[in-house]
């Protein structure tokens, strides 16, 4: 059983003075693909749905605790197969009509229609059964799934609660006033927002919300430096040195984000490559001392300029529970490199690295065309791997192509690319560990696990998705990534930290290493007419 009755606390502790007005300026990367909360799958409409959809709970993007919002408080039991809420009351939706347990009822049958395909219903599909809702009062919604859902709570996070009566109408500080396709989406503030601040106002402190459709960073920097837009989201390194030379108040560096750099070696069974080199990339030593001879620390203060850290494993400690504080970062080990490979039969030979049956040992390393960080990060590994007689040709590829050949032809040797755990609970990334997932990227869609070590992670993934203790699942997943951590997969090379940038003129910002990065905190966001006083 699992009780939840938690405070607001800080989240509305605003001071009474907070001001009320003005209008928040930053950009989006493209149109929304959609604005129904329900269908959403891509960052722009996620953007939307986060500023304008009322959530039964919230997790802080700070201390990463789950806080009441729409639910005063919840209650999880049947083994984890149900959860009932209690519901706020005098709450209303921004056309002024009532907030009920009705139209969790009708948010909740809508969300896991099959017919619908949301995305957001996904994870909550633990069976093939809809779930059963009770709707025992207007006040109490009990929801009862087929199977047990693990980390239930945290999935209502992002199912915004929808009227029964009124498609437009929202539950969240703003909602949508105008969209022009390519140009802008404008948010207006709701009037009957449910919170308020210490004195007893509603908020949220801003009038409105212009949010300027920009693929183009450069310009996006442009506005930023006009005061055109009041922040940047996400800030690259070079910009965030630029920034802070020009005003140290503008930047923020929240420390370690969710986001990683990781290369992997393809070992694809149906892929075309030669098997000698297929037998490299399955070599657990071969791939360990690969990633010896990579100098994670160079890649962080020369790509980063200092702002990412070599990464210990696949969970970033941005991931405050979940991560396993235990691993440390590879070591750069150059003599141990060497040991491993020469007890697998490799050899040097001048400057050139041979296997045991006399093939020079090279590969290609594909990454996506125009990001200037990887292709830093690929040069910068071509010459670590010299040093242990291993030639590496960079490919750089448009992003279709390299999607292409990871998924479909699977004709590439090794590959560098991010990766964002956009989900803090380790379920979200059964798409990545189970040997039968698409997304099981140096092997997909395995017909059952190729080595040992792959089944065991199987199991371990199936027990922590099944496990309701919080404590047992996280000693599951610690196994977890120690497994990955040895066995290397993936080789994690640095985990990036969260940079953002804010105009003086806002107040009550509170940078996180979680999106949404720079305004999760929208209802308490103000923006002042002067840049008097402290943000």
Known sequence: ????????????????????????????????????????????????????????????????????????????????????????????FSDGTAFSSADVAYTITKLMDPKLHSPTADPFRSSNDMPQIATTAPDTVAITFGAPVSGLERLFDQVAIISSHSPKAVLGPFLVADYKPGVEVLLSRNPHYWKKDSAGRRLPYLDRIHLQIQENRDMELVKFRRGEVDLINSLDPEVFEQLSHQSPSMVADAGASLESEMMWFN??????????????????????????????????????????????????????????????PHPYDIASALHRLEQEGFHRRGNVLYDRD?????????????????????????????????????????????????????????????LTNLDLDPSAQMNVWLSSAENHQWNPSEPTPATPWEAQIDRLMRAQASELNAAKRKQLFDQV??????????LYLVDKNSLMAFSPLLRNVAPSAIQPRSYWNIDLLQKSTTLAGSR
């Open 1 to 92: 059983m699992n009780y939840k009755s938690i405070g607001l606390g800080l989240l509305c502790a605003a001071v009474s003075f907070g001001q009320f007005g003005g209008e928040l300026r930053f950009c989006l990367r493209a149109d929304p693909k959609t604005f129904d909360p329900l269908l959403v799958d891509d960052d722009n409409s996620e953007a939307v749905r986060y500023l304008t959809g009322g959530v039964l709970l919230h997790v802080n993007r700070v201390s990463q605790e789950f806080t009441p919002e729409l639910a005063a408080s919840w209650k999880v039991d049947l083994q984890g197969r149900r959860i009932t809420f209690q519901l706020r009351h005098d709450v209303a």
């Open 267 to 328: 070992q694809a069974a149906k892929s075309p490559l030669p098997a000698y080199k297929k037998a490299w990339f399955a070599n657990q030593q071969f791939r360990r001392a690969v990633s010896e001879a990579i100098h994670r620390e160079d890649i962080a203060k020369v790509v980063y300029k200092g702002h990412a850290k070599p990464s210990e494993g696949p969970i970033s400690p941005a991931n405050k529970f979940w991560v396993n504080a235990a691993l440390k």
């Open 358 to 418: 006399g093939h020079a040992v090279e590969f290609s390393l594909a990454t996506n065309a125009g990001n200037r960080s990887r292709e830093q990060m690929a040069a910068m590994i071509q010459q670590d791997l010299q040093a242990i007689g291993i030639k590496v040709t960079v490919a750089a590829l448009d992003f279709p192509s390299l999607i292409e050949r990871m998924t479909q032809s699977f004709r590439y040797e090794a590959c560098l690319l991010g």
């Open 481 to 490: 990534q120690q497994i990955v951590w040895e066995q290397e997969p993936f």
